[in-house]
């Protein structure tokens, strides 16, 4: 396993690194979806910062999209911060931010410190959700 997740007041963050399988990326979001704690979530934070190879690619991204379609009928109030350096983790990250399944608002980042600013700013949806 070459992640964690790392559980804060309203988020979680995915710490990802080494080699990641497409194992290891369905783990995450079923783990985190499944916890007690997701319908409470305001963001998540997928960190890929260490990681030094991806052994995932397009279809993995469609079933985790598939996943979270699902998981957003008991809270579509997430935004998802992306941070990754590798090119080709940035080009499934766009996927997965532009794909029409998307129903969380998600960016995309070189840093944590850009990721936790945009995270804090107020959106939208959050105002008009209740």
Same mark, same amino acid.
């Given at each position: 396993? @070459?992640?964690?997740?790392? %559980?804060?007041? !309203?988020? *979680?963050?995915? !710490?990802? %690194?080494?080699?990641?399988?497409?194992?290891?990326?369905?783990? #995450?979001?079923?783990?985190?979806?499944?916890?007690? !704690?997701?319908?409470? +979530?305001?963001?998540?934070?997928?960190?890929?910062?260490?990681?030094? &190879?991806?052994?995932?690619?397009?279809? &993995?991204?469609?079933?985790?999209?598939?996943?979270?379609?699902? *998981?957003?009928?008991?809270?579509?109030?997430?935004?998802?911060?992306?941070?990754?350096?590798?090119? &080709?983790?940035? &080009? +499934?990250? @766009?996927?997965?931010?532009?794909?029409? +399944?998307?129903?969380?608002?998600?960016?995309?980042?070189?840093?944590?410190?850009h990721a936790r600013a %945009?995270?804090?700013?107020? #959106?939208?949806?959050?105002?008009? !959700? %209740?």
């Open positions: 396993m @070459s992640y964690e997740v790392l %559980w804060e007041p !309203r988020g *979680a963050i995915k !710490r990802f %690194w080494g080699v990641v399988s497409s194992d290891d990326m369905i783990r #995450s979001v079923v783990e985190t979806e499944a916890d007690a !704690r997701f319908d409470t +979530l305001r963001h998540v934070i997928n960190d890929f910062r260490d990681v030094a &190879e991806i052994r995932f690619g397009a279809e &993995e991204v469609s079933e985790i999209e598939t996943m979270d379609l699902g *998981a957003s009928r008991t809270n579509r109030c997430i935004k998802i911060a992306i941070v990754a350096i590798l090119p &080709e983790l940035i &080009e +499934l990250a @766009s996927q997965y931010a532009n794909s029409a +399944l998307n129903v969380y608002p998600t960016q995309i980042f070189a840093t944590m410190e %945009w995270l804090a700013e107020q #959106s939208e949806f959050r105002t008009t !959700r %209740w």
